[in-house]
T-cell receptor
């Protein structure tokens, strides 16, 4: 599916590095989401943006910093991560943040060394 | 959101119908049943959703019992590419922010 794209698809970083994950949606949606999926765990919601405003922050550590410059783009800035932050990071979008179907991107597989 | 219960794994022969059950006995009146699937290490893919009527689309059919306490996702002619983890989620439309709460799902293995 090309509706929601994520780059990079794979990322290896050291604990002192700074990197950013990018998500772009081509569906004309107004809400975007970041999820984390650790090995053998269910998906966990991290952040929700609606009309470029953050409306939910699920107790995520400050070493994860989201940015939503417009309704089509969403970033997740990473800084001084820990090895336990290694996971699949998934972006999703929906028409709005009040219950419309969410469509997911392919994810970024992150490995923190 | 209501909790859902799904079997951890199922097998299905290629070409046969795959029937994936989901129990959601505490579902309330305004909560929808959603199904997503996730092929290994990819993003979840939306399949179908419904409130109380049965639904069908190009991917699958969703059968919801009259009391809405359980549902079944039907893949009419399973292929090897349908091998994935299938998630049943119940959620309500609201004016607050929306959450999809994923469980552990059912791992469907389609074999030749």
């Amino acid at each position: 599916e090309t509706g929601v794209t994520q780059t990079p698809r794979h990322l290896v970083m050291g604990m002192t590095n700074k990197k950013s994950l990018k998500c772009e949606q081509h569906l004309g949606h107004n809400a975007m989401y970041w999820y984390k999926q650790s090995a053998k765990k269910p998906l966990e919601l991290m952040f929700v943006y609606s009309l470029e405003e953050r409306v939910e922050n699920n107790s995520v550590p400050s070493r994860f910093s989201p940015e939503c410059p417009n309704s089509s783009h969403l970033f997740l800035h990473l800084h001084t991560l820990q090895p336990e932050d290694s996971a699949l990071y998934l972006c999703a979008s929906s028409q709005d943040a009040q219950g419309k179907t969410q469509y997911f991107g392919p994810g970024t597989r992150l490995l923190v060394l | 959101d209501a909790k859902t219960t799904q079997p951890p794994s199922m097998d299905c022969a290629e070409g046969r119908a795959a029937n994936l059950p989901c129990n959601h006995s505490t579902i309330s009146g305004n909560e929808y049943v959603y199904w997503y699937r996730q092929i290994h290490s990819q993003g979840p893919q939306y399949i179908i959703h419904g409130l109380k009527n049965n639904e069908t689309n190009e991917m699958a059919s969703l059968i919801i019992t009259e009391d809405r306490k359980s549902s079944t996702l039907i893949l009419p002619h399973a292929t090897l590419r349908d091998t994935a983890v299938y998630y049943c989620i119940v959620r309500a439309y609201s004016y607050n922010t929306d959450k999809l709460i994923f469980g552990t799902g059912t791992r469907l293995q389609v074999f030749p």
